[in-house]
């Protein structure tokens, strides 16, 4: 008898899954994607605006880890993987536009000259002084960013530099995430000796390279989403799971119509916040751990101006504390992945970790909103020929401090023949869930070598 697979949830991480257990399993498995939504690929969203696909969820990858080009070379995809034009983005502070800060790990700078003009010269000065103030560091300790950094360089390095990346990938802060998971090579310079913060961050930089940093797929991630679902073979049973239970062999899936499902095996590619109510009875420790990964919601307005509309000649803007815009930032994707029509596309991220705004503000609003950060960044005041609104409520998990001692607590609970995938795991971005799909599936098939 052939192997039964149901995985809940159908982002990027579950379709990851799926066709990872079928080049394992063989043509003969059977493999259900279980997922309520009216689309699969959860926060991977191609749109269509004025003719032309436009990627509303994330809309880049880190082309220097090797996973997704990895995965589009298997697939046959890899003519489709492009790179970004140069453009570089800007900094929105104090009501003025900056050059992002240059030779920095995710906004920590490794000389205080990067930050001249940013940030004022008080706190210059501060930074220029920090390899001679005592410093006292435990290896394997994972304070926030924001306690790190603050102390070491000041408060306007926090605000001005940090906040602005942090806000982007994790729609939080450097209060909210821990410098393991912000900063990795620099708290590993830190464990191996490094004597301040300063020289850390120096020895943490990645060497330079010519190529781009990002890459993305020409036709948005549907490309990938709809050869994934291909090469898998999966069935798509478009239901809600309620709880997954242990059945005389292997699992049952109880969804929210009262049907069951069996499964050999079971992969939970949900986010954290769905994860306790399907293994509550079944892994309770599992259950608690996810319960303490906090998330935040996010919303996109993605608008088509004009042709000619005159925008800068960067990538985009990321926004920095308080002030008159709403938006944490702007990505200028014409400028940054070059025009593919006679539009300019544009990409407004609001919402933040704690606030409610992605839940509770209006389509309408929210398109005015952005009209008016457009008009204070640029002088702009051009009428969108097309537009979209999109949603991500709860997507945004975020990596305090402690975050891998807690995913290790949530994986220990959890019995053989049942795994977890997603952006909460590993890393938010799509390489990491593409490697964390790729390890459910591989632990998966380690369980059955063993009869488990």
Known sequence: MSAAYCIVGGGISGLVAAYRLRVVAGPDASITVLDPADRLGGVLRTERLCGQPLDVGAEAFVARRPEVPALLGELGLSGKQISTTGARPLIYSEGRLHQLPADT????????????????????????????????????????????????????VVIRSVDPLLAGVYSGSAATIGIRAAAPTVATALDNGARSLSEAVAAALPPPRADSVFGAIE???????????????????????????????????????????????????????????????????????????PVASAAVVALALPGGTP???????????????????????????????????????????ADDLARNTGDEELLAWAEQDLATLFGIAADPVDSRVVRWIDAMPQYGPGHADLVAELRAGLPHGVVVAGAYLDGIGVPACVASATRAAAALVVDAGHGA
């Open 219 to 293: 036709g948005g991630y549907q490309v990938l989403l709809d050869e994934l679902v291909r090469r898998s073979g999966v069935k798509w049973a478009q239901v809600a799971v309620r709880t997954v239970r242990p059945a005389a062999r292997g699992w049952e899936l109880v969804d929210d119509e009262g049907s069951r499902w069996r499964a050999d095996a079971v992969v939970l590619a949900v986010p954290a916040p769905r994860v306790p109510s399907l293994v509550e009875d079944l892994a309770p420790r599992t259950a608690a751990a996810a319960r303490r990964i």
């Open 105 to 156: 790990v995710n906004g920590i700078p490794s000389r205080p000259s990067a930050l001249t003009g940013l940030v004022d010269d008080a706190t210059i000065r501060w930074m220029l002084d920090e390899p001679r103030r005592p410093f006292s560091w435990r290896p394997g300790a994972d304070p926030t960013v924001a306690e790190l950094v603050g102390d070491r360089f000041g408060e306007q």
């Open 311 to 353: 925008l800068p000649e960067q990538s985009g803007v990321l926004v920095a504390g308080p002030g008159p815009l709403r938006a944490k930032a702007v990505t200028l994707s014409s400028r940054k992945w070059g025009r593919r029509g006679s539009a300019e596309m544009v990409r407004l991220s609001y919402g933040r970790f």
